[in-house]
C-alpha cells in the first residue's frame, strides 16, 4: 500500500497568516491527490482533486501543488471558519490511503 | 443538492453482524461510483469498499482488512448502498461514511455523508 504522511500533524496560526500543510507519499503518484477538511463531528468535506484543482464552491484561498511524491495545501489567509483538520489522499493506486491529518488551531 | 443518509450503525458484540445503509438524494445514483470509508480514532480515516455501476457490472472492491468479511452492495431502484459486516472484530469500531465518487473512475470522493457509528466490543 502507498504511504501517505502529513506534516505537521499540528499547526498553530493566527486569522490572517498563511499556512502550509504538506504531504508526501511513499511512491510516486502523478498527481492523483485529494485534500479534505473535516470541522469537529462532521464529515469530511472534498476541498481539491488532482493535487490543484479547487473543487466548486471552495474559496480560492485554498490552493494545491505538487506531483509525484510531495504536495502541498496552502491557505493564503486564515479565516475562523478554517480552523479544522486537513487530510490528504491518493487515489493513484488501489487501495486509496489518507494521510493521518493535520490539526490547525489557533 | 447531494444528500447521503446513513442508517444502521450501533453496539455489536465482537464477532457479530450488522448491516448498513446509505439512501441518497439529488443526483442520478446509478451513474455513480459508491464507497464506504471509516473512520476510527486510531487508524483515522480508511477507504473500507466500492461498489462501481451496472456498465461496470456493478464490481466491487474491497480494502484487506475486511475482505471476506463485509460485502457491498446496491439497489438502483431505490437509490441505496448497503453494507453487510459479519465477524465483527474490536478493530472495525469506527464511523462508517457513505461517499460517492468522482465522476470518470477517479476514485476520490466527493459528497459524504454523516456518518454512522458502529461500535464493537469484544
Known amino acids: 500500500d502507498i504511504q501517505m504522511t502529513q506534516s505537521p500533524s499540528t499547526l498553530s496560526a493566527s486569522i490572517g497568516d498563511r499556512v502550509t500543510i504538506t504531504c508526501w507519499a511513499s511512491?510516486?503518484?502523478?498527481?492523483?491527490l485529494a485534500w479534505y477538511q473535516q470541522r469537529p463531528g462532521k464529515a469530511p468535506k472534498l476541498l481539491i482533486f488532482?493535487?490543484?484543482t479547487l473543487e466548486g464552491g471552495v474559496p480560492s484561498r485554498f490552493s494545491g501543488g505538487g506531483f509525484g511524491t510531495e504536495f502541498t495545501l496552502t491557505i493564503s489567509s486564515l479565516q475562523p471558519d478554517d480552523f479544522a483538520t486537513y487530510y490528504c489522499?491518493?487515489?493513484?493506486?488501489?487501495?486509496?490511503?489518507f494521510g493521518q491529518g493535520t490539526k490547525l488551531e489557533i | 443538492e447531494v444528500q447521503l443518509v446513513e442508517s444502521g450503525g450501533g453496539p455489536v458484540d465482537g464477532g457479530g453482524s450488522l448491516r448498513l445503509s446509505c439512501g441518497s438524494f439529488?443526483?442520478?445514483?446509478?451513474?455513480?461510483?459508491m464507497s464506504w470509508v471509516r473512520q476510527s480514532p486510531g487508524k483515522g480515516l480508511e477507504w473500507v469498499a466500492r461498489?462501481?455501476?451496472?456498465?461496470?457490472?456493478?464490481?466491487?472492491d474491497y480494502a484487506a482488512p475486511v475482505k471476506g468479511r463485509f460485502t457491498i452492495w446496491r439497489d438502483d431502484s431505490k437509490n441505496m448502498m448497503f453494507l453487510q459486516m459479519n465477524s465483527l472484530r474490536t478493530e472495525d469500531t469506527a464511523v462508517y461514511f457513505c461517499?460517492?465518487?468522482?465522476?470518470?473512475?477517479?476514485?476520490?470522493?466527493?459528497?459524504w455523508g454523516q456518518g454512522t457509528l458502529v461500535s464493537v466490543s469484544s
Open positions: 461517499t460517492t465518487e468522482a465522476p470518470g473512475g477517479a476514485c476520490y470522493f466527493r459528497s
Open positions: 439529488g443526483f442520478t445514483f446509478s451513474n455513480t461510483w
Open positions: 461498489i462501481k455501476t451496472k456498465p461496470e457490472g456493478w464490481t466491487t
Open positions: 511512491h510516486t503518484i502523478s498527481s492523483w
Open positions: 488532482k493535487a490543484s
Open positions: 489522499q491518493q487515489y493513484s493506486t488501489y487501495p486509496y490511503t
